[in-house]
């Protein structure tokens, strides 16, 4: 097993996506999880905090640690097994989100969760629950996890298949691979019914395995993950609309949601699998890269949409009706006709993603961008609301993001450390009005270290309590993840 202790060597380790920053004093490489337990159990002896890394696209510093060590789980990479007639395939931690789907893909399998940066570990996706554009269809990654196989900072194994252990009501007991019990109370509270990852997963009669999915590292190390999997979809209709008003491009978001939503599962209508906006700031600030977005754009939905070559043009032609009926410029489309073209899309849609997070490395700052998600019918106004408030204090900024599940990242770009300060106020402002409209502070992203102040907005002081209390039952020394999800002291 390496282990790496030179500063050098370990600074990509002290810093994740989102430019927050950390301490430790050595990175290890287990090449099993056999070695992970032998990690954990030594650093329980001599009281040693640890921290579990993923590849460090991470946007809420979960992976980034405070001191202790690291373990990074780059070297557990293997694709165990990939079952093509029973549609699963075993990982470990490690495998890169790509280099699963270039496999499946060969095979015409499909695995439907899929993050906008896809170098991220397939370990770091189960532990923040992520999502990605497909999550309008689809859902989050937790849909899809079938099995984990989890080592506890005691060093115990714990296996964990869905469907077989179930809470009674709050009442969780599970068991490890050795025997030894672990009996927990859940949290008492309800999570928003809109999409979410903040803090841990928690409802009466809920699978064991739904707590340790979005846990972010900070119960236990998952070492194998057992993944659900799909038919490859047929051909794809992927287009980008433009407006000439941003109201009319939310209208075809909502004509698009309410739609897919009445038709799902339905053959030869509409059903969208992704439905994405960009607001007029997003279109200016990629211009430079994207000479062909139309002048006089001020905001653009993407969608996908998946066909069969026996109705792919029927359903083109229905959303064409949406899109003339919202308002939609049909004459400067961008349609995907080949593989090419959907390439170029889907470069479009990261692009804003990868042109924000180098503008906030370049001038080291903290990223400032919201995962906030609200209810559809609250949507709208919010959306106008949050624009508003940061144009009041004169900091620029873009608004996207997955607005078919009501949910935005706005990112503020400041250009000094006053403006800075002050984004940091608003992101606060912002998560407070999410709460208060029943949203979330966290739609995909997941809590981390950032946000921890703003789950205890979300839930209060005393049910974040109790979910430290949970944390404790695995880890009542406190070594395992510390500050993520939970603050420390709260727990």
């Known amino acids: 097993m390496v282990i790496k202790n030179d500063k050098e060597e370990i600074q990509s380790f002290l810093t994740d996506a989102s430019n927050f920053k950390g301490e430790c004093d050595a990175v290890y490489f287990p090449e099993n999880a056999e070695e992970v337990k032998e990690i954990l159990i030594r650093t329980l002896a001599e009281n040693k905090r640890v921290t579990v890394a993923g590849n460090g696209t991470g946007l809420t510093g979960a992976r980034v640690p405070k001191e202790g060590i690291v373990i990074s789980t780059e070297k557990l990479n293997r694709i165990i097994e990939i079952n093509e007639k029973e549609f699963y395939a075993f990982v470990e931690p490690g495998v890169i989100l790509s280099d699963l ?147 009319r491009g939310l209208d075809f978001i909502e004509e698009g949601r309410t739609v897919s939503f009445k038709n799902k599962n339905q053959e030869n209508k509409i059903e969208a699998r992704a439905l994405e906006y960009f607001d007029d700031n997003s279109l200016r600030f990629l211009a430079p890269d994207f000479p062909n977005i139309p002048e006089g754009a001020k905001a653009a939905v993407w969608f996908e949409q998946e066909a069969g070559e026996e109705n792919e043009d029927e359903l083109l032609e229905q959303w064409i009706e949406i899109i003339q009926k919202c308002g939609g410029n049909e004459e400067l489309v961008w349609f995907a006709v080949n593989e090419k073209d959907r390439e170029d899309i889907h470069k479009f849609r990261h692009a804003i993603s990868l042109k924000v997070n180098e503008y906030i490395a370049r001038n080291n700052y903290r990223k400032l961008g919201t995962d906030v998600a609200v209810p559809d019918d609250q949507f709208r106004e919010f959306f106008f609301w949050c624009g508003k408030t940061v144009r009041d204090e004169n900091i620029d900024y873009v608004a996207y993001g997955h607005f078919g599940n009501s949910h935005i990242h706005l990112n503020m770009l400041p250009d000094s450390q006053d403006k800075f300060e002050k984004g940091k106020y608003l992101y606060k402002k912002i998560c407070q009005k999410a709460v208060e409209l029943k949203g979330t502070i966290s739609a995909e992203h997941g809590v981390g270290k950032i946000k921890a102040d703003y789950l205890i907005e979300m839930y209060g002081e005393e049910v974040v309590r109790q979910m430290g209390r949970v944390k404790k039952v695995f880890d009542p020394q406190l070594i395992l993840g510390i500050g993520n999800v939970v603050r420390e002291d709260l727990l």
């Open 101 to 247: 789907q270039g496999r499946l893909d060969e095979l015409n399998l499909f695995y439907p969760p899929d993050p906008t940066e896809t170098n991220c570990f397939i370990g770091g996706t189960v532990a923040a629950n992520a999502s990605g554009a497909k999550t309008f269809k689809y859902g989050p990654t937790r849909n899809y996890i079938a099995e984990l196989e989890i080592i506890l900072p005691d060093g115990e194994t714990l296996n964990l298949k869905r469907g077989f252990v179930k809470a009674d009501g709050l009442k969780l007991s599970l068991k490890s691979e050795s025997g030894k019990e672990y009996n927990l109370m859940l949290p008492d509270f309800k999570m928003p019914d809109v999409k979410n990852a903040s803090g841990f997963f928690i409802k009466p009669d809920m699978d064991a395995i739904d707590l340790f999915i979005g846990s972010e590292g900070s119960l236990g190390v998952i070492t194998k993950i057992k993944l659900k999997l799909l038919a490859k979809p047929g051909a794809i209709i992927s287009c980008v609309v433009f407006f000439e008003d941003e109201n």
